[in-house]
């Protein structure tokens, strides 16, 4: 039948060699940035021993949810795709191709590709552009007719989790098979090719590949990231001359006249969506990891200027929370910033300048074809992310190490799940498709979507909250390394990790329970600061009589940033209220009775000249307490709303003078009588009119 085609993913991936990072660990990580209906979830695929001469079904990989239904991934059945579990549907997949079995088969972690093994062995992928396009085998593609490859980067993935310790030996199984059944990518067009990151405890690989142009075979190659260096590979190619002669270089070559293959320049149909997709990313995690190198951020095109080396050498070492920080950038500090006070006026971003913009799709007509967002690393649309980490100087067990982060990495929690353990908890299941409060992928979509109500003045704790989370996280794994290094049982050890998730998971909900409150309706209030995550403040304190004697501690109401009103034309809006004075006095209260006719708005009846000159004096009293508060600043921001708080036209609460006792002037007598007021208070009537008609804007009802 014909397929039906989904947006193909679009993903970042970093590679760092064992003598790049803190510890020697060698590192990768994958941001899994689909369109809103990628497979997000973590499933553990047990080791399985298999009969002689028994079959590997091969199956399409649709990538979106459900990524697989049936019974045949493993010999003992895997609830999370087991027929008719959740929302998986009453039907299994059926295979489009087959190979001969091996015996045994690892244990190994996957979401939408296989992640980790028991080995240690680790992948990341990014999907790529390239010359030539396939289809899987049986299925029908348009304009490429009925398809003849067996394999896609996912299926390729599963074969070297269950196969191999060694990433050079996954990199020479999975290139051959594809060479001998075929290969297909993720997309027509854009997505036809395909990049890994391979590693193992000692090595980091670059692997790429697509179909070649029968459709039924594949081109591919493989490049070392050197140990002392990382590499990012941002859905493009970027590995360059193809040298026979370098062992360490694997895969498809043709020499001519002995000329070194450019492999990207050749193969790769350059960057897609639009310049710079790819290679600002590049440039943003060189930035970060290697400013020394000061390398441009422009260029003219991929495959002709080669901006950026296949790898380099940090400046410095690089650990775990390195990596998380730069699968969570938006380029912030730089003049590419997306996201926060860095990022200057950024109408785009709304008044508190979020970096997420929504695709929009074709709903949104536009006169012109040009016009894109900044690719950044950090993207709302990421399904999911990981790190994986393997540490050869420890047993498989609890060396090898995924730091898995559903949804969003920006609003995300990487939490770490060992090699060896026996089980995953609930919380690495949630999907798109059905909200689930018991999963991480759904706290942390409600936490990232939340804050853009109020990006600025939220991420800061959500940074906060991020860090705290790493911190335990990394103190249980050395205190997990401990234990397991002095001989305790490896499966009730493993276990405080799935103890940990679900830690993670409830401390998640109680922060955006906190940031609820914290800033409902545009407010911040105080919490209190003896516990975690507060969701009380505590109310007004009053007098017998129930008048206010300590306000409720609110401690700002923001509002908007002036440069922000200026451009979203707030300036252009209605008006102040008309002057009653421009009006000849046919609202308000005249200064005078006997120089002002009657408006028809207000009594006819003739007031007696003691209460017109009582009622005039202490309307004069009201106007000179409002205007000595406008003028010492002391008039809350509260009292003369939002927008004044914005251009910075009142006090905070914080900095509340009492203004009670400002405003607290005697009455003035119809004889006279009274205090004096000094003379800066005491401006001329007609003053008054004036100052109040040029601040009414600043005054609210």
């Known amino acids: 039948g014909t397929l039906f085609l989904q947006g193909c993913s679009a993903c970042t991936t970093i590679a760092v060699g064992k003598d790049a990072t803190v510890d020697g660990s060698v590192l990768s990580s994958h941001s899994n940035d689909g369109e809103g209906d990628t497979d997000p979830r973590l499933v553990l695929i047990p080791a399985s021993d298999w009969p002689v001469d028994s079959k590997r079904p091969i199956f399409y990989s649709p990538e979106s949810f459900p990524r697989y239904v049936g019974p045949d991934r493993a010999a003992t059945p895997i609830e999370a795709y087991a027929t008719g579990n959740g929302d998986n549907g009453p039907t299994a997949f059926v295979p489009i191709c087959e190979m001969p079995q091996v015996p045994h088969t690892f244990q190994y972690y996957e979401e939408t590709y296989g992640a980790l093994n028991e080995k240690q062995l680790g992948i990341s992928e990014s999907t790529c552009s390239g010359v030539f396009g ?95 260096s990382f590499a990012v590979v941002p859905n493009v190619f970027i590995i360059r001359e193809i040298d026979a002669s370098d062992s360490d270089e694997l895969g498809w070559f043709d020499p001519d006249d002995d000329k070194l293959l450019d492999f990207t320049a050749t193969y790769s149909d350059g960057e897609y969506s639009h310049q710079f997709y790819s290679g600002r990313r590049s440039w943003g995690v060189y930035s970060m990891f290697a400013p020394s190198l000061q390398l441009e951020a422009d260029y003219v095109e991929w495959r002709i200027s080669k901006p950026y080396p296949f790898a380099a050498k940090p400046d410095k070492k690089l650990s775990v929370t390195d990596v998380a920080n730069a699968m969570r950038s938006y380029y912030e500090g730089t003049d590419f910033s997306q996201a926060g006070e860095t990022s200057g006026i950024n109408l785009a971003g709304g008044p508190f300048r979020t970096p997420d913009h929504v695709a929009g799709g074709n709903s949104t007509p536009l006169k012109s074809d040009t016009g894109n967002w900044e690719r950044t690393i950090g993207l709302y649309r990421t399904s999911d992310s990981y790190i994986t980490q393997s540490r050869g100087w420890l047993e498989d067990a609890h060396g090898g190490i995924i730091w898995f982060g559903p949804y969003a990495a920006p609003y995300s929690v990487f939490v770490p799940f060992a090699a060896g353990m ?111 995550y507060g969701t009380s403040t505590p109310p007004r304190k009053y007098s017998v009589k129930g008048v206010t004697t300590k306000e409720a501690p609110i401690v700002d109401q923001p509002g908007y940033r002036t440069e922000w009103l200026e451009k979203v034309g707030f300036l252009d809006g209605p008006p102040p209220p008309p002057n009653c004075e421009d009006l000849d006095w046919q609202c308000g209260h005249a200064p005078s009775s006997s120089s002002v006719s009657n ?67 005697s009455p003035v007598q119809p004889n006279g009588g009274g205090r004096k007021k000094p003379a800066e208070f005491e401006p001329q009537v007609n003053d008054v009119y004036e100052f109040v008609r040029a601040n009414s804007h600043l005054v609210s009802d």
């Open 134 to 228: 396939a289809a899987p085998k049986g299925i029908e593609y348009p304009d490429y007719g009925t398809g003849k490859a067996c394999f896609s980067v996912d299926a390729l993935t599963q074969i070297a989790m269950e196969r191999h310790t060694k990433a050079r030996d996954a990199i020479k199984e999975i290139g051959a098979l594809a060479e001998e059944m075929g290969f297909y990518g993720a997309g027509l067009f854009e997505g036809t090719a395909e990049s890994l990151i391979v590693t193992d405890t000692e090595e980091a690989w670059i692997f790429h590949i697509l179909p070649d142009p029968s459709g039924a075979s594949a081109i591919w190659a493989a490049q070392r990231v050197p140990d002392d």
């Open 422 to 532: 026996k089980s995953l908890p609930h919380a690495t299941l949630g999907n798109h498709m059905r909200l689930d409060k018991k999963t991480l992928f759904w706290a942390f979509r409600y936490l990232g979507n939340y804050v853009q109500n109020k990006y600025e003045a939220m991420m800061g704790e959500v940074t906060a909250f991020q860090q705290h989370a790493m911190q335990r996280s990394l103190e249980l794994q050395a205190s997990i390394d401990s234990l397991m290094n002095g001989g305790e049982s490896s499966d009730s050890v493993l276990e405080l990790y799935s103890a940990n998730a679900n830690k993670v998971l409830e401390e998640t909900w109680e922060f955006s329970d906190h940031l609820m409150f914290k800033f409902a309706d545009g407010q911040v209030h105080a919490t209190p600061t003896d516990v975690q």
């Open 599 to 665: 408006s028809g708005l207000r009594s006819e009846s003739t007031k007696d000249d003691a209460s017109n000159n009582a009622s005039t004096q202490a309307w004069i009293v009201y106007i000179q307490g409002k205007e000595r508060a406008l003028r010492s600043n002391t008039v809350t921001c509260d009292a003369v709303g939002d927008v004044a708080a914005a251009v910075k036209k009142c006090s905070p609460r914080s900095m509340q003078k009492n203004v009670q006792h400002v405003l607290s002037v």
